[in-house]
């Protein structure tokens, strides 16, 4: 038996409104995040699945937004470490660091902040959640809440990107994405 794995990104913050790199800086939801969070309806099915989140406050906001009263707060699906480059806008970055920038966005999923972590770290990081969840010898339906780095490493995993081009499939952020 498997268990299947749904994903939610959390709403927006002011930080994802100006384009700012988050990380594990741990921004709250903004008041339009809250509202755009507010106006989503779960389909009664997820009512009665197991959630886990994130531990950083916007991820658990979002679930306590969308009604959710019990989740399991897991440090495997905290952001992205994007160390130095917490705060910073990817424009900026490129402007200051030219050439030396965009070798390292070539990297795919060894991309490397300075201080921070690689998708490929995080896909390590989220291995053991996956393999937990996978032979938890029940088959059901299992929600996370969080971040858009974690989500796309998960993506990862699941399809085989190198990170390095665009993802084989497009994802909504605005809504809960099935692991496929």
């Keep these: 038996m498997t268990s299947l794995l749904a994903v939610i990104r959390h709403g927006p913050t002011e930080w994802n409104e100006l384009g700012k790199i988050q990380g594990r800086t741990d921004i709250p939801l903004s008041e339009r995040g809250k509202r755009a969070i507010q106006q989503l309806q779960l389909p009664d099915f997820v009512s ?3 959630w886990i989140t994130s531990p950083l406050s916007r ?10 009263t019990e989740m399991l707060i897991d440090d495997r699906l905290v952001e992205t470490n994007w160390g130095d480059w917490e705060g910073q806008v990817l424009w900026d970055l490129r402007a200051k660091y ?14 490397t902040p300075p201080g921070g972590e690689s998708p490929r770290q995080v896909c390590q990081r989220l291995q053991p959640l996956l393999s937990d969840i996978a032979t938890s010898g029940e088959q059901k339906l299992i929600g996370a809440i969080t971040h858009k780095g974690v989500i796309s490493s998960h993506l990862s995993l ?14 909504d952020w605005a809504a809960i994405t099935p692991n496929t």
């Design 158 to 171: 699941a399809r085989g990107w190198a990170m390095w081009a665009r993802p084989t499939i497009s994802l």
């Design 48 to 50: 009665e699945i197991d």
């Design 98 to 111: 030219g050439q030396e920038m965009l070798d390292n966005e070539k990297r795919g999923l060894d991309l």
């Design 59 to 68: 991820a658990i906001e979002t679930g306590k937004l969308l009604g959710i």
